[in-house]
């Protein structure tokens, strides 16, 4: 029996809605049926928490007195550059953006203490921030420097604003070669000496939509301890790949794009993040609410870490040349034994997303909605499907 | 006899009484040990402390410890100052993977990440392998 978004919504209201996460349906299914959990419960829940490098907020400052025209001109918040591309008071600060003077990689592998991320963890955690900024002066513009301390109280606009977040599915990543290399997926050793991955598997938002069919513009989320939209999907999105009998995808597939008032986010679920020998980025924490509106969508949550397959790639060889070559594929259930089999080699993996804090995100999520706090949204439109045609281009270079 | 060489890291904190004297110097130049500093901070007449990697000779190594020693410098070794924000710690678990003496592991299905700190060794990595920079020295 089909259920609508809402019905759902008049259950939350009345506090009777049951929500499971993505975790806990699984034995629920396991123990009643898929028929008849599909009937008592309203919603799973997801949850992810790891570095999103596409992520980054636009703030608008205020004018000072007299005005400055940041646009076009150079800003900076403590020391971090912002982009300074839209009008007077309006920048956007991207979560890999360094200081110019950080050293990067001169000595490598260079520390990357500090950046973009960083910068909006403090805003959210109500640090004061230092914004300088130099113009070039008009004459309804006037000012040519400005050093002031800011804090998102002071702010009129802080919003999140993240153009590819919660991968569905991701590289396994290993180093083949003979040498210690340090990726953005951590610190590999060499000879296949370990193995890093960066996914919640069975709890991951999209892995437990795969083919996108609840997921949607408008969808509202948990997005960094607040709530937020999907607003789009998200940037490299790539729904034909290869997929598993129950339509997993085994390779990195859909993305979304996501938003959100910063405002009401927390540091907790938004955290500045140093990659060693690569750079800085923000671990983003994102929970999406799966309606269950039917068996099929219901036995699409069933997904569990050894349905799940991951690429392992070598970041020594085939990632950088953009060679598509896959050592073996390995599930979730495998990688999370803290070890992996690859060309009869047993390797110890280790994860850079959190499980314990996506556990706690989809936890979240479930007693908003259980205490009436969070409604469900009814999408505006899809995601394209594999049906789209919607493909990964490469850039091939051309004069 | 063969000798051992040794090396170990350690954290010699100065009172402020000490601070003046030559007890360093004396140290390095006495008892032939090759050093390298890590860290330091000594400012006359304050405490202050200096951080280093010292290697040589095992006999020399325990008597230039209980010179230090009998001069009031108070010796603690590195790996107890190794200690992790757990407000900083995002509970990924890449430490697990990159700690040579597997001092961290991940506990039960909550598979929330345990710092033993009685395993380290201060090897340093973790200072900077963490993503998230929770692993701190602390003193
Ligand atoms: S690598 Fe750092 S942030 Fe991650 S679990 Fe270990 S100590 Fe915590
Ligand atoms: S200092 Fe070295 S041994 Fe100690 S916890 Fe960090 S990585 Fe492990």
């Known amino acids: 029996m089909p259920k609508t978004i809402a019905e759902i919504n008049e259950r939350i209201k009345r506090g009777q809605a049951v929500v499971a996460t993505a975790d806990e349906i699984i034995d629920l299914a396991r123990e009643k049926g898929i028929a008849r959990t599909a009937a008592e419960v309203d919603v799973v829940t997801t949850g992810t928490f790891g570095p999103m490098c596409s992520s980054g907020a636009y703030i608008n400052t205020g004018h000072s007195q007299s005005r400055i025209k940041m646009g076009g001109g150079q800003a900076f918040l ?18 890999n953006a360094l200081p110019d003077a950080d050293p990067r990689n001169r000595v490598h592998p260079g520390e990357f203490n500090y950046g973009g991320g960083h910068v909006i963890e403090e805003l959210v955690a109500g640090k004061d921030v230092r914004l300088v900024a130099h113009a070039y002066g008009t004459d309804c513009y006037p000012r040519r420097e400005l050093d002031t301390l800011v804090s998102i109280n002071d702010l009129n606009e802080a919003v999140l604003f993240n153009i590819r977040n919660a991968y569905q599915n991701y590289n396994v990543a290993v180093n083949a070669s003979s040498k210690t290399i340090y990726t953005y997926m951590g610190i590999l050793k060499p000879n296949l000496g370990n193995a890093t991955y960066c996914s919640a598997g069975q709890l991951s938002p999209l892995l437990n939509d795969p083919f996108y069919n609840t997921v949607g513009i408008g969808t509202r989320i948990f997005l960094g301890g607040g709530t937020g939209y999907v607003t789009w999907q998200g940037t490299q999105f790539n729904p034909d790949v290869p997929r ?8 990195g597939a859909g993305t979304i794009a996501v938003i959100g008032d910063l405002k009401q986010m927390s540091s907790r679920y938004l955290r500045g993040i140093s990659m060693l020998g690569y750079g800085v980025t923000m671990a983003v924490g994102i929970g999406l609410p799966i309606p269950i509106l039917s068996e099929e969508i219901l036995a699409y949550t069933l997904v569990t870490d050894a349905d799940i397959l991951a690429p392992v790639v070598d970041y020594a060889g085939a990632y950088p040349n953009r060679s598509s ?9 495998e990688l999370k034994s803290g070890q992996i089999k690859v060309r009869g080699a047993t390797i110890p993996a280790a ?3 959190s499980y314990q804090r996506a556990v706690e995100i989809a936890q979240t999520l479930k007693k908003w909605i259980e205490r009436s706090e969070f409604f469900l949204t009814e999408r505006v439109a899809p995601l394209p499907g594999v049906e789209s045609g919607m493909s990964l281009k490469p850039l091939t270079e051309r004069r | 006899m063969a000798n051992t060489t040794v090396s170990h890291r350690v954290i010699l904190h100065f009172p402020s009484r000490v601070v003046n004297q030559p007890v360093i110097s004396n140290f390095i130049k006495n008892y032939d040990l090759s050093f390298n500093i890590m860290k330091a901070s000594i400012i006359p007449d304050q405490e202050g402390y200096v951080m280093l990697e010292l290697s040589g000779d095992q006999d020399k190594y325990n008597a230039g410890i209980s010179y230090l020693h009998d001069a009031g410098v108070r010796i603690e070794p590195f790996s107890q100052n190794v200690q992790r924000s757990d407000e900083r710690c995002v509970q990924c678990g890449a430490c697990v993977g990159f700690c040579p003496t ?8 909550a598979r929330a990440v345990v710092f033993n700190n ?10 900077t392998a963490c993503p998230a920079r929770a692993m701190q020295l602390r003193f």
Do not use: K, M, Q, W
């Open chain 2, 102 to 109: 597997e001092a961290f592991h991940l506990d039960g299905v």
């Open chain 1, 78 to 95: 403590n020391d971090v550059p912002a982009y300074t591309g839209f009008a007077a008071v309006d920048l956007f600060i991207g979560a």
């Open chain 1, 351 to 353: 994860s850079l997303s």
């Open chain 1, 244 to 251: 598993t009998a129950n339509g997993v995808p085994r390779r």
């Open chain 1, 325 to 333: 070559e896959v050592l073996a594929e390995v599930s979730y259930a």
């Open chain 2, 118 to 127: 009685n395993l380290c060794v201060a090897c340093g990595l973790c200072l």
